[in-house]
């Protein structure tokens, strides 16, 4: 899923992951997915973005391997959620140390609070991306939450 232009065949690894991941609306995607929004009207709702925008980014993200999309019966239809794969979750310290670098060197606007990064194995917050700082567990999805108090 090219940024600009197709960096997929570049020997630097930075401009591959970048082909991947260097979309805003990829790694806000993968942020709510691996926090509880799996459907797409929840996906649209969050992020408040279009319904072509999201079909075509969910469908990068499922030919990219990030995102597994999975059947359900819902309103007498088959419907679907996205379930974030290994190498999705393998972006959460990315994700996490955008969110550790927007706290410290960004402003937080009017009605903001400081978000913290929760290990919820020990209910403590962490001041690094990929492991407790209180405990030294790695912090991986589905075992560490954003306590957002917006």
């Known amino acids: 899923m090219p940024l600009r232009t197709d960096w997929s065949e570049r020997l630097c690894p930075v401009d591959r992951a970048l082909d991947v991941l260097g979309d805003p609306w990829v790694l806000m995607i993968?942020?709510?997915v691996m926090h509880g929004r799996t459907r797409?009207?929840?996906?649209?709702?969050?992020?408040?973005?279009?319904?072509?925008?999201?079909?075509r980014r969910l469908g990068d993200l499922v030919e990219a391997g990030l995102l597994e999309k999975r059947p359900y019966q819902g309103d007498g239809r088959t419907r679907h959620v996205y379930v974030v794969t290994q190498a999705g979750a393998d972006?959460?310290?990315?994700?996490?140390?955008?969110?550790?670098?927007?706290e410290k060197?960004?402003?937080?606007?009017?009605?903001?609070?400081?978000?913290?990064?929760?290990?919820?194995?020990?209910?403590?917050?962490?001041?690094?991306?990929d492991v407790c700082t209180t405990c030294g567990e790695p912090l991986r999805a589905?075992?560490?939450?954003?306590?957002?108090p917006w």
């Open 105 to 129: 060197h960004t402003s937080i606007p009017a009605g903001g609070a400081h978000m913290a990064l929760i290990h919820d194995a020990c209910g403590q917050e962490s001041t690094s991306a």
């Open 91 to 102: 972006a959460l310290p990315i994700l996490n140390s955008l969110a550790l670098w927007g």
């Open 40 to 55: 797409f009207e929840e996906l649209k709702e969050g992020l408040g973005i279009s319904d072509p925008v999201l079909v």
């Open 30 to 32: 993968l942020r709510d």
């Open 142 to 148: 589905g075992e560490m939450s954003w306590d957002e």
